[in-house]
């Protein structure tokens, strides 16, 4: 079967050195879908961003079914969606009011303040390309 993305179902490895070295940090995750995935993310486990490596080495395996402990990439639900992006707009309303009057007429405040002036708007046009690009969430399948 023809997949639009190369990363398509694929499993992938993401690694890092720990910052004083002493460790190579490697986990695999699963792409669950036919969407793109990052580059690179931060580990919540580690604390540390770790790196798509070995690309050629990806492995196609649409048949996979995950296991328990699994990171697998998926889409976005509506709801969390919906979470992202009332997330996102705290943290502009946040900005946006520690942030000096006279501040906000320059960029990047300006653009965050035009952003902020039509909220709903922004909060439905995040939901709609969270679920609707294939937006990429990492989460790990529960212990049964």
Not at 12 to 40: H, L
Not at 84 to 99: L, M
Request: with cysteine; aromatic share 10%; proline share 6%.
């Amino acid at each position: 079967m023809k997949h639009k993305h190369k990363e398509a179902f694929c499993h992938m490895k993401y690694a890092a050195q720990t910052a004083d070295g002493r460790k190579y940090i490697e986990v695999t995750i699963w792409n669950s879908r036919d969407g793109v995935t990052p580059f690179c993310f931060i580990s919540k486990e580690f604390g540390i961003e770790l790196v798509h490596v070995n690309w050629e080495r990806d492995v196609y395996d649409p048949n996979y079914v995950p296991q328990p402990g699994d990171l697998i990439w998926r889409n976005y639900t509506e709801e969390e969606a919906r979470h992202a992006a009332f997330k996102e707009r705290i943290a502009y309303d946040k900005i946006i009011s520690n942030t000096p009057l006279e501040k906000l007429e320059e960029p990047p405040y300006r653009a965050m303040c035009e952003t902020l002036s039509d909220i709903k708007k922004h909060t439905e046009e995040t939901i709609k390309a969270l679920i609707g690009s294939n937006q990429p969430k990492l989460d790990m399948i529960k212990k049964q």
